[in-house]
């Protein structure tokens, strides 16, 4: 986890609902909350390192692996 990566989209996030929250006080609770939860999965996905991590195939064989093994017998 690189955290400069972290705080740094974490303060365009502020930046973000900052400069638009004029607008989004007039829409509905709905999209407000979908506006914060797009931004908050935003932040979240910055905590990884997305380009070093396998893709979903890597996890099925990580997960699958050690039933193989029985599978076999």
Not at 14 to 30: E, N
Not at 58 to 70: D, G, M, R, S, T
Request: net charge positive; charged share 20%.
């Amino acid at each position: 986890m690189k955290w400069g990566t972290f705080f740094a989209t974490a303060i365009i996030i502020m930046v973000i609902i900052y400069l638009q929250w004029p607008q989004l006080k007039k829409k509905p609770k709905r999209d407000i909350s979908a506006f914060i939860g797009l931004l908050l999965i935003g932040l979240f996905l910055s905590m990884f390192d997305l380009l070093y991590i396998g893709g979903p195939a890597k996890w099925i064989e990580h997960v699958l692996k050690p039933i193989a093994v029985f599978m076999e017998k």
